[in-house]
């Protein structure tokens, strides 16, 4: 059975930095694009960003553009994203989930399977 597990999750002063992990379990990432979500109180799962089975494309959401960078070590069966310059908007359980090998242009949610548990981050002075 796939199983994601994220971890890295933090409280985090404006303007930080933190490093959130997606990890697999029971299968190879190396056949799955991973896409990264978010989901604060009271709002919809947003998707935040994307990366090809082979790391060779990556999409990002216009909110985070700049700012976040998605990874991946295929040899660790991990997937990872940069958080940089954190806002408090960024505030929210983050959550990752799989896909076949390719991203597609949005970040859609129903596209997506296998989800993690969720790691919370925590933006605030």
């Known amino acids: 059975q796939l199983q994601l597990v994220e971890s890295g999750g933090d409280l985090v002063q404006p303007g930080g930095s933190l490093r959130l992990s997606c990890a697999a379990s029971?299968?190879?990432?190396?056949?799955?694009?991973i896409g990264w979500f978010r989901q604060a109180p009271g709002k919809e799962r947003e998707g935040v960003s994307c990366?090809?089975?082979?790391?060779?494309?990556?999409n990002y959401a216009d909110s985070v553009k700049g700012r976040f960078t998605i990874s991946r070590d295929n040899a660790k069966n991990t997937v990872y994203l940069q958080m940089n310059s954190l806002k408090p908007e960024d505030t929210g359980v983050y959550y990752c989930?799989?896909?076949?090998?390719?991203?597609?242009?949005?970040?859609?949610?129903?596209?997506?399977?296998?989800w993690g548990q969720g790691t919370q981050v925590t933006v605030s002075s």
């Open positions: 029971g299968f190879t990432l190396d056949y799955y694009a």
């Open positions: 989930a799989a896909r076949g090998r390719k991203c597609s242009s949005l970040i859609i949610r129903a596209d997506f399977g296998s």
């Open positions: 990366i090809s089975s082979s790391g060779g494309s990556t």
